[in-house]
């Protein structure tokens, strides 16, 4: 059975806004249990934007259920069966560091938000990134994370 803390169930949330509607998430089994968990604490659109693989959503759940998510453990499993199924990572787009949003920079690369913030206040103070070494000299961010992130970024 899987074992996941109410915190890193929330993480899955950070990439998705509550304001959804739920016609505009797909249907099946678990979206209920998706829209219960996923918008407790963040936007539904934010949980969902962030796909990725089956370990990197069981990551990001015991992450959320660890900052206090609330739900069954039926109705995590349920959630996390519908992340994996309906938001695989093989659909992840690459970001743009140098136009993402905040939220984008939050899902995409699975950054905090001091962190996307202080990857847009670096970029509007000294320009464009060039390069994966220009992104690595952003305070607040690990040089080793950014280059494990290398294949989802791009300038």
Not at 127 to 147: H, Q, R, T
Request: charged residues 25%; positive net charge; aromatic residues 6%.
């Amino acid at each position: 059975m899987l074992l996941l803390t109410r915190a890193a169930f929330l993480v899955a949330a950070l990439g998705v806004t509550s304001g959804i509607a739920s016609a505009q998430i797909p249907d099946g089994l678990g979206r209920l249990e998706t829209q219960k968990v996923c918008s407790q604490c963040h936007e539904l659109e934010r949980s969902v934007s962030l796909r990725q693989d089956r370990d990197g959503w069981k990551a990001t759940m015991n992450k959320m259920v660890s900052l206090g998510a609330q739900g069954t453990e039926e109705e995590f499993e349920a959630a996390f069966e519908y992340l994996v199924r309906n938001y695989p990572a093989e659909q992840v787009p690459r970001v743009n560091v140098n136009t993402a949003t905040a939220i984008e920079l939050e899902a995409g690369l699975t950054l905090r938000r001091s962190q996307s913030a202080a990857v847009i206040a670096y970029r509007t103070k000294n320009g464009p990134f060039k390069s994966i070494e220009d992104l690595k000299k952003v305070p607040g961010l690990d040089p080793a994370y950014i280059d494990s992130k290398k294949h989802r970024l791009t300038f």
